[in-house]
C-alpha cells in the first residue's frame, strides 16, 4: 500500500501474556471462520486503548464511532451489490 496505509495485521499491535490466547478463544466463540484476522486486530486495539491509558473521552469518542459504522454497514448492507 502507499501513503504509508498498511494493511491490517493482528501482530502489529503487542498484547500481553495472555491476551492472544483470550483473543483466539474469543474468536472460536463470535466468528468461526469469518474474517477473523480483522477481528482479531479491533480485539488487539481495543485492549491496546485500555493498556494505554487512554482518556475516558477518547474512548468514549472511538465506541460511538465503531457504533455508528456498524449502523452504517447495517444500513447499506442491502445495496451492496448495487453499483
Known amino acids: 500500500m502507499s ?3 498498511r494493511a491490517l495485521d493482528p501482530a502489529d499491535t503487542p ?3 495472555g491476551v492472544d490466547e483470550l483473543v483466539t478463544e474469543l474468536l472460536e466463540r463470535i466468528a468461526p ?3 477473523r ?3 482479531a486486530a ?3 486495539s481495543t485492549v491496546a486503548l485500555a493498556m494505554d491509558g487512554t482518556d475516558p473521552l ?3 469518542i472511538a465506541a460511538a464511532a465503531l ?3 456498524r449502523d452504517a454497514f447495517e444500513m447499506f448492507q442491502p445495496y451492496a451489490t448495487e453499483r
Open 33 to 35: 471462520g469469518r474474517s
Open 67 to 69: 457504533r455508528e459504522m
Open 15 to 17: 498484547t500481553p501474556a
Open 3 to 5: 501513503d504509508g496505509a
Open 42 to 44: 479491533l480485539l488487539r
Open 58 to 60: 477518547n474512548l468514549k
Open 37 to 39: 484476522r480483522h477481528i
